[in-house]
């Protein structure tokens, strides 16, 4: 019998987030010189830089290439940060080996189709509510939230919560 989600929070040692879609809404603003502008959620900021605090791997993989993005995310303490990926298994088949990690102890919360393989191989598929239909059917747990606005809080509390680290936590700052 399969894990419902709740059973599978305990275990959670690592996240991994799709950025577009995900840690934004999905919507670029596109200025007259090309330039592509995105926003994020400061309780996402929160929550991320909690767990990093907490001692979780956090980890990003994107196929967006988007600089600043990296700042910010590396700001929040974020250091494996994968920009311009394009088949994600790759990027995260180097997390796997370089960490050692049990994959039925990551999170992933992805949005869209490149982020499906993925999905695939983690114990804990999740996703924002606004998620394309085919993510929604692989995740075990979809977020009351949409993309960009706060679906990666809800999952890093809800794993914080349960393992009883979140309280400890608050000192993280807004940044």
């Known amino acids: 019998m399969e894990k419902s989600y709740k059973e599978i929070l305990p ?3 690592t996240f991994i987030f799709d950025v577009d879609g995900v840690l934004t809404n999905g919507i670029v603003t596109v200025f007259p ?3 592509l ?5 400061i309780k996402d900021g929160y929550a991320l830089k909690a767990a990093v605090k907490a001692g979780y791997r956090v980890c990003i993989i994107s196929g967006g290439k988007n600089e600043g993005v990296r700042t910010r995310l590396a700001n929040l303490g974020i250091s494996d940060i994968y920009l311009g990926a394009h088949d994600k ?10 960490y050692n990690l049990n994959t039925e102890n ?5 949005d869209d189709i490149p982020d499906f393989p993925v999905m695939k191989l983690v114990g804990m598929p999740c996703c924002p509510n606004d998620a394309v239909r085919e993510i929604q059917q692989v995740s075990k747990y979809i977020s009351d939230k949409t993309g ?3 679906c990666a809080r809800d999952v890093i509390e809800q794993v914080l919560r349960v393992q009883q680290k979140w ?3 608050f000192d993280a700052q807004y940044d």
């Open 148 to 150: 960009g606005n706060g």
């Open 89 to 98: 298994t790759k990027q995260f088949n180097e997390l796997v080996e370089k």
């Open 11 to 13: 275990q959670i040692d």
């Open 106 to 110: 990551v999170l992933y919360m992805g």
């Open 37 to 41: 502008v995105r926003q994020m959620n």
């Open 33 to 35: 010189d090309g330039q």
């Open 167 to 169: 309280d400890s936590n």
